[in-house]
Structure formats: structure tokens, C-alpha cells
């Protein structure tokens, strides 16, 4: 019954600073490890098949409530 929860879920993605690229969130977050960040870092892949973990705390959320590296 999970999966099928899963398939149903809207994709999360994550746009560049400037908009114009994004990426898939690919898998749950794990708290920052920054000295006193509270955010969280979200494993992402983006369309030209690199990897990254950008943290919550960097980002905005944009009008259609996807998130945006800030």
C-alpha cells in the first residue's frame, strides 16, 4: 500500500537560482550538518544527470509552492 501512496505523489523538484533549470528530489532529507542550521539537505538530481544535496535554508518557495535555490 506504500508504494502505491509513492506513485501517486506529486513530484517534488527544485529550480536553479535563475529558474531556467530543475531538478527531481530523488529521496527523503537528512538535517543539515552545518553548525547551527536548522534546515535540511534534499538529495536532488538534476536534468543533466548531476547529483546535489542543497539545504532548505538556502531556498525559496516559489508560487506554485515548488522550491527555488535562492
Same mark, same amino acid.
Given at each position: 500500500m506504500a508504494d502505491s501512496k509513492k506513485a501517486n505523489a506529486p513530484e517534488r523538484r527544485v529550480f536553479s537560482? $535563475? !529558474?531556467k533549470s530543475s531538478g527531481v528530489v530523488t529521496s527523503g532529507g537528512?538535517?543539515?550538518s552545518m553548525e547551527g542550521c536548522t534546515g535540511v539537505r534534499l538529495p536532488v538530481t538534476w536534468s $543533466? !544527470?548531476?547529483h546535489s544535496r542543497p539545504c532548505t535554508k538556502g531556498m525559496l518557495t516559489r508560487?506554485?509552492?515548488q522550491l527555488q535555490i535562492g
Open positions: 537560482s $535563475d !529558474g537528512y538535517r543539515c $543533466d !544527470g548531476k508560487p506554485d509552492g
